[in-house]
């Protein structure tokens, strides 16, 4: 799972993203619902302009799927964003993530990822 703060200076969309180190990136979105945690895929989140999105405080994270090798505390990965600017514009955004273990919620994944960027 990897959270990340991310500011973009005009109005975007984070569309999905990819990184070497898993098959897969998927975007989704974590609710509560009954005392469970639910985790869905969603097709993009949205980044207002100036407006500091925190992943994880807003109810989302991006999900590694498939990792090829475990990952390690400290270890860097690389990690590219689609994001949408404006109506028609897309870009890439190359990024890397520092690898952490989750301890403030009690919860310790060993492959967790966060980062903070602006854009």
Do not use: F, W
């Not at 609710?31 to 895929?41: A, F, S």
């Not at 690898?99 to 060993?110: D, I, K, Q």
């Amino acid at each position: 799972m990897l959270e990340m703060t991310i500011t973009s200076i005009r109005p975007a969309s984070l569309l999905g993203a990819s990184s070497p180190a898993c098959k897969e990136v998927q975007l989704h979105s974590m609710t509560m619902e009954g005392g469970m945690m639910r985790m869905r895929e969603v097709k993009a989140i949205e980044l207002p302009a100036g407006k500091p999105v925190d992943l994880g405080k807003s109810g989302y994270h991006l999900m590694l799927i498939g990792l090829k090798a475990p990952l390690k505390e400290g270890e860097m990965v690389p990690v590219t964003l689609r994001i949408k600017v404006g109506k028609h514009r897309l870009v890439k955004v190359k990024s890397m993530a520092a690898v952490m273990l989750l301890t403030a919620s009690g919860y310790a994944p060993r492959n967790n990822v966060s980062r903070h960027m602006k854009m």
